[in-house]
């Protein structure tokens, strides 16, 4: 998964990526992974757990290996995500570049609405969307 040209983007090493992932896991972040029936990783899902935005978690990467893509791996992951999430938060929020239209239409078909956007946020020549999907559903208000 460290051959991603996603990861290269940002800057982001091999060495880079497993001190992260490491520090995330120690922390609390859930990671959901996708192996072939030969164990072969081909996809992964990263989510940051937080007790901000009204209880939203972060979904931090979903990776899928570009030879599985269009495969529904990358469907099956952030459905397993949401569930996982969904133990711990109200919402999950996402990123993606405002350049990668592909993830964009893969999330809104998922449900995701793009918020806005940030540029610059994570590097400087990269602007980010932002994605919000409510995990529970909105309960009626009472009249006071």
Do not use: C
Not at 65 to 82: H, P, S
Not at 101 to 113: D, K, P, S, V
């Amino acid at each position: 998964m460290a051959e991603s040209p996603l990861l290269g983007r940002y800057g982001t090493t091999i060495g880079g990526a497993l001190d992260a992932l490491t520090r995330g896991r120690a922390s609390g972040d859930g990671l959901i992974v996708a192996a072939a029936p030969n164990g072969r990783l081909i996809g992964m899902a990263w989510i940051v757990p937080s007790r901000i935005l009204t209880g939203a978690a972060y979904l931090r990467l979903l990776l899928v290996r570009a030879e599985r893509r269009r495969a529904g791996v990358g469907a099956a992951l952030l459905a397993a995500a949401e569930a996982a999430a969904r133990v711990v938060a109200n919402h999950l929020v996402l990123l993606a570049t405002t350049d990668n239209t592909g993830a964009r239409r893969f999330y809104e078909r998922q449900g995701y609405r793009h918020v806005g956007d940030l540029p610059g946020l994570a590097r400087a020549e990269l602007d980010e969307a932002l994605y919000w999907k409510s995990l529970r559903p909105h309960r009626a208000r009472l009249p006071v």
